[in-house]
């Protein structure tokens, strides 16, 4: 047999024949030839781009005042004709390879591209959305409840510091409903931690002003020595004043005694 190749139908495809005659060959035996088979060479397919697959968009808690650290996710990409593939990811700031790459994302909606290539040809790129959130509100401690004495008739004043602490925010804003001055008796005072994604925090501590000081006694005389001594009585007239601290009206005393020396 003899192997011959030629285009059967003009589409640029070379066939290829197998052919039995005369083994001598010659133009003068080419009527004895005939035809066995024929196998049609074809072109192997084109090869085809890979397709990207980024995974599901995820949403996390902020962990610290960085971001959060998310591993992502490409294991579901695929080539058709099950080349190899690599992988390439973007976004924002940065970028990694590989099927598993982690990375520390901000607080937000962080939106990362995917690119995959078999040694040839790039994927369509495919996104996914990693979303960062802070709901957790600010840790607040507040001073210990105060027992103090009264200063004065409107009571006393007493600075209260609260602390707190935030993973998202190093400036939490603390406010409180504390009185310039406390007065006489129990006061509940609040404060209010506030981070900046709005989270916040409440506690409650007390102050109590009390009074444990009597009123303070003074007294004037008219004369303080009565000379020469010829035994009468004289009239000696005095001035009590009484003051407190924590008593702002007029307070009235009596004398119950007087010694002479």
């Given at each position: 047999s003899r192997q011959i190749t030629y285009d059967s139908d003009s589409d640029g495809i070379h066939d290829r024949g197998y052919w039995t005659g005369d083994p001598h060959g010659g133009p003068q035996?080419?009527?004895?030839?005939?035809?066995l088979t024929l196998e049609k060479a074809t072109a192997p397919p084109a090869n085809q781009p890979p397709v990207a697959n980024a995974g599901e968009d995820v949403t996390v808690e902020q962990e610290s005042l960085a971001g959060t650290y998310v591993a992502l996710d490409g294991s579901g990409s695929s080539d058709p004709e099950e080349d190899p593939i690599t992988y390439l990811w973007s976004w924002d700031g940065g970028s990694a390879t590989g099927v598993n790459p982690a990375w520390?994302?901000?607080?937000?909606?962080?939106?990362?591209?995917?690119?995959?290539?078999?040694?040839?040809?790039?994927?369509?790129?495919?996104?996914?959305?990693?979303?960062?959130?802070?709901?957790?509100p600010p840790v607040l401690v507040v001073p210990e409840a105060q027992v103090v004495e009264q200063a004065d008739?409107?009571?006393?004043?007493?600075?209260?510091?609260?602390?707190?602490?935030?993973?998202?925010?190093?400036?939490?804003?603390?406010?409180?409903?504390?009185?310039?001055?406390?007065?006489?008796?129990?006061?509940?005072?609040?404060?209010?931690?506030?981070?900046?994604?709005?989270?916040?925090?409440?506690?409650?501590?007390?102050?109590?002003?009390?009074?444990?000081?009597?009123?303070?006694?003074?007294?004037?005389?008219?004369?303080?020595?009565?000379?020469?001594?010829?035994?009468?009585?004289?009239?000696?007239?005095?001035?009590?004043?009484?003051?407190?601290?924590?008593?702002?009206?007029?307070?009235?005393?009596?004398?119950?005694?007087?010694?002479?020396?």
């Open positions: 035996l080419s009527t004895t030839w005939a035809l520390t994302f901000p607080l937000g909606s962080n939106e990362v591209s995917l690119v995959v290539n078999d040694g040839e040809l790039d994927s369509e790129p495919d996104t996914v959305i990693v979303t960062v959130v802070d709901t957790t008739w409107a009571g006393t004043g007493v600075e209260l510091i609260a602390s707190a602490t935030d993973i998202c925010d190093v400036d939490v804003v603390i406010t409180s409903d504390a009185p310039e001055v406390y007065p006489l008796g129990e006061t509940l005072v609040t404060f209010t931690a506030t981070d900046d994604s709005g989270n916040t925090a409440t506690a409650t501590t007390t102050v109590t002003v009390e009074d444990t000081t009597p009123p303070e006694i003074s007294v004037e005389l008219d004369k303080t020595s009565l000379w020469p001594p010829n035994h009468k009585y004289h009239d000696v007239y005095a001035v009590v004043t009484v003051t407190d601290a924590c008593d702002a009206d007029a307070i009235s005393g009596l004398i119950v005694s007087v010694t002479s020396n």
